[in-house]
């Protein structure tokens, strides 16, 4: 359980470090779960709609978060 906060934790910094650039385009992401080893994030605002958020996801989100965070495994939006 301590680990699973301990990269909760983590995965908050990679994602405060991400926040910005989305939110410049009007958009945000939300935490919702880290559980062994996969990250559920909900896109928000112009992000929610944009037919680019799955390349934003991927390549944007995910990538961060696993340079940061390297026990993550995947990314998902829910």
Do not use: Y
Not at 59 to 67: P, Q
């Amino acid at each position: 359980m301590k680990d699973q906060a301990t990269t909760k934790t983590k995965v908050e910094a990679a994602l405060a470090k991400i926040r910005p650039h989305l939110q410049a385009d009007g958009g945000d992401v939300e935490l919702i779960d880290v559980s062994n080893g996969t990250v559920k994030v909900k896109l928000t605002g112009a992000c929610g709609g944009c037919p680019m958020a799955a390349m934003t996801l991927h390549r944007g989100v995910e990538r961060v978060i696993k340079e940061q965070v390297p026990e993550v495994r995947e990314v998902v939006e829910v």
